[in-house]
């Protein structure tokens, strides 16, 4: 298992969505749409500090339907404590896609409070440097 905060697995997402670039917008057998972010498949496990207080969090990256998406589960786990006395378990699902019409990586998260964050790579403002 890899190590990895909830500050750092936010940084990620957003350097992987918005840092990395798709160089061709056809798909094409040879092309690997999924290369920006195959590393991420597998499981993950760290920790998280924020307004609930301290915590765990436990991520994994599975593809899914013949490889048609990525998907994400993530538990984050806040015991009592004074900073949240009550303690609280947050849950979230995300699907990575490839959306072909737009020739993108699109990131769509579902969360247990009922909204749904959608993010889509733009080559036009990514590159090696950004």
């Known amino acids: 298992m890899t190590h990895l905060t909830a ?3 936010v940084g990620l997402t957003v350097f992987i969505l918005l840092g990395a670039a798709q160089s061709s917008g056809d798909r094409q057998a040879a092309t690997d749409v999924w290369q920006p972010i195959r590393f991420l498949a597998g499981d993950w496990q760290g920790t998280a500090e924020g307004q609930a207080g301290t915590g765990t969090v436990r991520r994994r990256y ?7 998406y990525l998907h994400e589960t993530n ?6 404590q004074p900073a949240n006395r009550a303690g609280e378990i947050h ?3 995300s699907f990575f896609s490839y ?16 909204f749904v964050n959608q993010y ?5 403002e990514s590159g090696p440097g950004r």
């Open 91 to 93: 849950e979230h699902w």
């Open 62 to 68: 599975v593809f899914v339907l013949k490889e048609r």
């Open 7 to 9: 500050a750092g697995a």
């Open 99 to 114: 959306d072909r019409s737009r020739t993108a990586l699109v990131l769509r998260q579902f969360h247990q409070e009922g």
């Open 75 to 80: 538990v984050s786990t806040y015991p009592p």
């Open 120 to 124: 889509v790579l733009s080559t036009a």
